[in-house]
């Protein structure tokens, strides 16, 4: 079955039957969402926001609400709609709920990082569950926008810099989040930010995106177009503009792309307040003028500002706007709300509160959250095997602004979270070592401030020690919305710390605890070991502690390049050949820096080896419209039960337009015990053989292909086929 085609003859009928009935301001009114959370008081009527969206809500003005306290606030709305409207349509009830609702999961880049779509999708899932016992159908989540700028704060929220591993999370996080059991227990999920978002120049949030349709197509829109495939039921379009067009007004991604290309049967919503933005953008002389743009493109649903229900039906009656615009918005919004099944149940149900939250979070929730944590963690460096820690080391000195913090492990987008459901990293590492082990701590330096006053402490503490561990990394306020950053160095005063304690010549072990990559090549030249652990929700402590003393072998891969400097941005696997060959003055490269990064794409350590045999395939020339089948033996060449993530990666070595040196064509997550090894089989289909043409066609140009399998996006052997004519 076509997964985006969901609508069926009797929600369309019936929509249109809900819609015959409507009179124009209903109809704007479906197409109006307020924040529930912003409540300012307006000076002239002494009303607040609240007062004014409840008075709307009763007039059957007002489609959908987001930022609700809980069950109650939305089961009392859905009520106010059922005895005073005619129609009686339902509330839309949205939140964000981008990694996790009151069980907070690693952050999105985390999960990417654990090359487990399918555990992302349990997260997903997990988190509309919880979400439902609050009357939330909708949640804004996933995040698919491809970003190459670890300046960019939301690259947090993201799953990477790569289009194809992007799609396969879109898919699995939308076939999650959209849980579908029935009336009250169903979830619309919201792909965002539609388009270009993580593309904002300079990695400043928000800002301009000049991008070529084929960049447009072959990096960005992926994800989305997945994200449709498997059934999203809404979109939502980005604060961004796109070439001289914001989103918001942008008929060619609304309409075109997803309409006319993709079919899309479900919402498209705006970002918050975009509308009224397209002002400031200055495409819109005022509201009348945003609304007309905005109607025009495709837009069907206005987040917040509220000029749908200001100007729709006004511009309607002037002729200026088609009411059958308005008419298929609308049809579309209802639609939704009869797939959701809120008609036959707008109350949070009994069923829907069993995972009500209140007094304590559902174990199996836990247990997921905790799992997700520990196969977000990357190994980013071992030396001296000084992971993992021995459990019958005397003394452990845990030092570090970020060793005791409950908030900032749940990282950005966690309202819903609370900083006490979190074990942090020192009471994971407490929980974990027996009565013989000593524990010391100190905090040794501030993440916002330069001092070093707690500089002689720390160094006193590491000197009793056996073995430091330093937990570094930046609060949960550094990443997210209108987080970004210029330096992508460690904040505060943790460069110095992490420098003074490493002087003395202990074993050190760095934890990174941040929302994005750094650039910190000097931490190599400090540590033995260092543990990229992310901001990575409720479990995070008791997940590091399980790599630290090894009961769990690190198994996450870089799904965004960790750059050497900040001026090498954007810095990413993916990338072209210039013209100029290597070697020599005129080549492209920097006079001050290299141009490899610091840690590539898809890297990561084990505490076990993993000896990949050679490519076997049976035959290597095929024809266009053939697959090509290989395979690789792996073994576990070490002493340790261990997972790899198993990468294959293509190049059309000559095409009629430049191709990427490499592009992740496929993955497979494996887990082999000691000795163990088993065959991987990977199947290169024209998915992966195809490109867009010089006409911007989708077509598999016969020639040769360089295909590699391995450990990351610089490793791995490689094998040559031939398509022919
Ligand atoms: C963000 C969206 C979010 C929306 C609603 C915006 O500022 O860009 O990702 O869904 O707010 O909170």
Redesign the pocket.
């Known amino acids: 079955m076509n997964q985006h085609k969901w609508t069926t003859p009797e929600i369309r009928s019936k929509a249109a039957e809900i819609l015959s009935r409507m009179s124009l301001e209903e109809k704007a009114g479906q197409m109006t969402q307020y924040d529930w959370g912003f409540n300012p008081i307006n000076p002239d009527t002494g009303l607040s926001q609240r007062d004014v969206i409840i008075d709307q809500i009763a007039q059957g003005k007002v489609g959908s609400v ?1 930022n609700l306290p809980g069950a109650e606030q939305a089961n009392s709305l859905q009520k106010l709609i059922l005895d005073k409207t005619a129609n009686g349509i339902p509330l839309l009830i949205g939140r ?1 709920v981008i990694h996790g609702y009151r069980t907070i999961f690693p952050i999105p880049l985390a999960q990417s990082s654990a090359w487990n779509p399918e555990l992302a999708g349990k997260t997903a899932a997990a988190s509309s569950r919880e979400a439902q016992t609050d009357g939330v159908a909708w949640v ?1 989540a996933p ?1 698919i926008d491809v970003t190459r700028d670890p300046r960019w704060g939301r690259i947090a929220e993201s799953i990477g810099e790569d289009p194809y591993l992007a799609s396969v999370y879109a898919k699995a996080w939308v076939e999650g989040a959209q849980t579908d059991d029935g009336p009250g227990l169903a979830t619309a999920s919201c792909p ?2 539609f388009a270009a978002y993580g593309l904002a120049e300079a990695g400043r949030d928000y800002n301009t995106v000049d991008i070529s349709d084929r960049m447009l197509r072959e990096v960005i829109l992926p994800p989305f177009r997945e994200a449709v495939e498997s059934g999203a039921l809404s979109i ?1 379009a980005s ?1 961004n503009e796109i070439n001289g067009t914001p989103a918001c007004a942008n008929r060619y991604l609304l309409t075109t792309i997803l309409r006319e290309e993709w079919g899309f049967e479900g919402i498209v919503v705006s ?2 307040n975009a509308v009224q933005e397209l002002i400031t953008h200055g495409v819109a002389a005022d509201e009348e003028e945003a609304c007309l743009l905005s109607i025009n493109a495709g837009l069907d649903m206005d ?1 917040s500002s509220g000029i749908y229900i200001r100007y729709l039906p006004k511009l309607v009656r002037e002729g200026k706007v088609d009411e059958r615009l308005v008419d298929e918005a609308v049809l579309r919004i209802i639609a939704v709300k009869l797939k959701l099944g809120l008609f036959e149940q707008p109350f949070v149900t009994a069923i829907a509160s069993e995972y009500a939250t209140e007094s304590s979070l559902p174990p199996e929730h836990l247990s997921l959250a905790r799992q997700s944590a520990r196969e977000s963690i990357v190994l980013l460096r071992n030396e001296k095997e000084t992971l993992p820690l021995s459990r019958s080391t005397a003394s452990i000195a845990v030092i570090g602004p970020l060793a005791k913090s409950l908030q900032d492990p749940l990282g950005c987008w966690s309202f819903d979270g609370r900083p006490d459901d979190v074990v942090s990293l020192l009471e994971g590492i407490r929980q974990s070592v027996g009565s013989n082990t000593a524990i010391h701590y100190t905090q040794g330096c501030d993440v916002e401030s330069d001092s070093d006053a707690g500089l002689d402490e720390a160094l006193e503490t590491a000197h009793q020690a056996d073995v430091v561990v330093l937990a570094l990394g930046e609060t949960y306020l550094m990443s997210g ?1 209108a987080r970004c950053r210029t330096s992508l160095d460690l904040p505060g005063g943790q460069r110095k710390l992490a420098e003074a304690v490493a002087a003395l010549g202990k074993p050190v072990v760095a934890v990174l605890i941040t929302g994005r990559p750094l650039a910190i090549p000097w931490l190599q030249d400090c540590t033995d070991s260092i543990v990229q652990a992310w901001h990575l929700g409720v479990q995070s402590g008791h997940a590091i502690a399980e790599v630290l003393f090894g009961d769990y072998n690190p198994s996450g891969r870089l799904t965004a390049t960790f750059p050497l400097n900040v001026g090498q941005i954007p810095i990413y696997y993916y990338r072209k050949n210039t013209g100029r060959p290597p070697g020599g003055v005129y080549t492209s490269y920097y006079i001050d820096s290299s141009t490899d990064p610091l840690y590539p794409f898809g890297y990561g350590l084990s505490y076990t080896s993993f000896r990949y045999g050679a490519i076997r395939y049976e035959k290597q020339r095929i024809s266009k419209d053939e697959a090509f089948e290989l395979s690789i033996e792996i073994t576990n060449t070490g002493t340790r039960e261990g997972e790899e993530v198993v990468q294959c990666y293509i190049r059309d070595e000559v095409a009629s337009v430049t191709q990427p040196l490499k592009k992740l064509a496929a993955f497979r997550k494996i887990k082999l015990a000691p000795g163990e090894t088993t065959t991987v089989s990977f199947t290169i289909s024209e998915s992966s053989l195809a490109i867009l043409d010089a006409d911007m066609n989708l077509t598999v140009e016969p020639g040769h292909f360089t295909i590699w399998i391995g450990a990351n996006s610089s490793a791995g052997e490689s094998v040559r086929l031939t398509v022919e004519a």
Request: glycine share 0%; net charge negative; hydrophobic share 50%.
């Open positions: 987001f964000d804004f995040m965002k930010h939502m604060f970002d918050y987040m919305e």
